[in-house]
């Protein structure tokens, strides 16, 4: 008999387990805790007195045999072979209520009555709180690199199981061609090719101007224009600006309402593939947006991340008025900006105590990221290193700067790592029904089909009533695999072949997009923290742009790996399509 909890198979209870429970009242493996070793870093849990000793069997004295279990009753360890004589049943056949054991090498109950494994729960949160406490205490650079090494090679069935569909270009029919009048210019063909040829820049390839400290702008911009999906989305005239405006009445402005920002991105796009290669001033698109985010609304330099979030959300905002339904940002359901950039972030919070785990989900458009701790002299050195071979540019790091070699790979271990929270951050627990010390872990539950990284360059400190810039040099790798810092590879990490005890929604988690993603636009910020200057680059057919404002030259890839990044774009590398269920609207 077997039950149904959470989408998972629950085989019915061992009943020499539930005799033992009984017996030995809500704590029954207690005595165990203090014996459980985890081999660092992230090693397999096992059941030693001592971390050095080496168990062997009370009957045979074998140490060598296929399985060595320790009573829980007595802590008496005997060998168990199925298909040879099996000493640890002998035990459990003549001391009633000794059927219970424990593998010693796999921190896995076993009934020797039964001659299976058994699970509960208390144990296994046990076990999973030792070794998260001892993944916590190890710091080392070669135990993060294993954990990854660990986990980077798995991936989730139902990526290997889902039937690729093939993509198909967009071509326009018969109705499209006479919509698209005698003004439009397609942007590839016969007629003009000699011009993309002439100029040596792909389409879409245009300058900026700068209307006033608004690089901010430029710089977002330039990265949006030119984000896969999105790109796609206003080029596939999925927002009709003119049918947007007619809808709502604001072409004659016969209604006084704020304007549409996902109009005015849309006339952007128009402008940016247009064919013409003079730099373009987005001034309607500023003064939109400043009607959206009033409090920003001036001419002095603002931060490329604030802009960022503050234009998606105008945008999500204008197309939930319209759809007059409320959808989650992270259901990929929603408006476009977050359909393209919004993905689930999972937080864990473990009791130190007896291990009952509080899990939430959050929405996220973006991952903002500490960058690693000062390595020290070595890091210095090393970093001057590196720098001086590439031919720096003015935004790349100063070589008086205090600085350390950080990694985006190294601060996404950092931002995934379980943490223990202090004891002034005690959480109230609620098997405990008290405040207990806790550990708390991110992960990501749901990638985004375009991972945005802001590395957190701008330090304010109340206490010291002051402010200032980290200018530490960030390595960041042109392809990033995400799947270590799914929230399916750290809890198959953290609990193994267990089930899982804490949460059984997981069985959804492992996405149904890919985990390899693509490097295509880098916002770098150089200069002060109140006087800075930006500049994007762009990789667009295999070869690397530097945008900044109204120019635009071609640069090599050393310079791009060289630069100061503060926010880096990611593109899924594989992009899988399905069928919309409504195809007529946006």
């Known amino acids: 008999m077997s039950s149904k909890i959470n989408g998972h198979v629950s085989p019915q209870p061992c009943p020499h387990l539930l005799v033992f429970r009984s017996r030995n009242g809500p704590k029954p493996f207690r005595a165990l805790k203090d014996c459980i070793r985890v081999k660092p870093p992230g090693g397999r849990a096992a059941i030693r007195r001592e971390p050095t000793e080496v168990a062997r069997c009370g009957t045979c004295e074998e140490s060598s045999r296929s399985r060595l279990y320790a009573c829980v009753a007595c802590a008496a360890v005997f060998c168990h072979a199925p298909l040879l004589h099996s000493h640890a049943s002998d035990h459990s056949l003549s001391i009633p209520g000794h059927e219970i054991a424990v593998d010693v090498d796999r921190a896995e109950l076993f009934c020797c009555a039964c001659g299976d494994q058994v699970y509960d729960r208390d144990f296994d949160a046990a076990v999973v709180l030792a070794q998260t406490v001892n993944a916590t205490a190890t710091t080392s650079t070669s135990g993060s690199t294993a954990m990854q090494c660990s986990v980077a090679g798995s991936q989730p069935e139902n990526?290997?199981?889902?039937?690729?569909?093939?993509?198909?270009?967009?071509?326009?029919d018969s109705g499209e061609h006479i919509s698209r009048g005698n003004q439009s210019i397609p942007l590839l063909d016969a007629a003009n090719a000699s011009l993309v040829s002439s100029t040596q820049q792909p389409w879409g390839l245009r300058g900026l101007n700068n209307l006033g400290n608004t690089c901010f702008m430029n710089s977002i911009l330039q990265a949006l224009l030119h984000t896969p999906p999105l790109r796609n989305y206003f080029l596939g005239d999925r927002h009709n600006r003119y049918y947007c405006q007619q809808k709502n009445g604001a072409i004659n402005g016969t209604k006084n309402s704020r304007l549409c920002l996902a109009c005015d991105m849309d006339a952007l796009f128009s402008a940016v593939f247009s064919g013409d290669r003079t730099p373009y001033s987005p001034a309607k698109f500023l003064y939109s947006w400043w009607q959206h985010a009033a409090n920003l609304a001036s001419y002095e330099q603002q931060d490329a991340h604030e802009f960022f979030i503050s234009m998606l959300e105008g945008i999500h905002e204008k197309v939930e008025k319209d759809k007059r339904k409320s959808q989650s940002p992270g259901s990929g359901d929603c408006c476009i900006a977050h359909r393209v950039f919004s993905?689930?972030?999972?937080s864990d919070v473990m009791c130190m105590v007896c291990g009952f785990t509080s899990t939430t989900y959050d929405p996220c458009v973006d991952i903002s990221l500490d960058l690693e701790p000062n390595q020290g002299g070595s890091g210095k050195?090393?970093?001057?290193?590196?720098?001086?071979?590439?031919?720096?540019?003015?935004?790349?790091?100063?070589?008086?700067?205090?600085?350390?070699?950080?990694?985006?790979?190294?601060?996404?271990?950092?931002?995934?790592r379980a943490e223990k929270l202090g004891s002034d951050q005690k959480l109230f627990c609620q098997k405990c029904q008290v405040r207990q010390e806790s550990l708390k872990q991110m992960s990501i539950r749901k990638l985004p089909l375009v991972s945005c990284f802001h590395v957190k360059r701008f330090e304010h400190s109340s206490i010291r009533k002051m402010s200032r810039k980290v200018d530490r040099y960030l390595q960041f790798p042109f392809s990033l695999d995400m799947a270590p810092y799914l929230s399916s590879s750290i809890l198959r990490s953290r609990f193994g072949n267990r089930i899982f005890p804490f949460d059984g929604d997981e069985q959804d988690a492992s996405n149904d997009l890919s985990t390899e993603f693509e490097l295509f636009a880098v916002v770098t910020h150089s200069g002060r923290l109140d006087?800075?200057?930006y500049v994007t680059y762009l990789r667009l057919s295999n070869q690397w742009y530097k945008c900044d404002d109204a120019w635009i030259t071609q640069v090599n890839e050393s310079i791009v790996r060289a630069a100061q990044g503060y926010m880096m774009f990611y593109v899924q590398k594989v992009l899988y399509y399905k069928e919309s269920e409504n195809q007529g609207t946006s």
């Open 159 to 172: 990526l290997r199981k889902r039937r690729r569909v093939d993509y198909r270009p967009w071509e326009p």
């Open 531 to 533: 006087a800075g200057h």
């Open 343 to 346: 993905g689930i972030l999972r």
């Open 381 to 416: 050195s090393s970093s001057a290193k590196s720098l001086n071979s590439f031919n720096v540019e003015a935004d790349c790091m100063r070589p008086n700067q205090n600085c350390g070699i950080s990694t985006l790979k190294g601060c996404l271990e950092r931002f995934t």
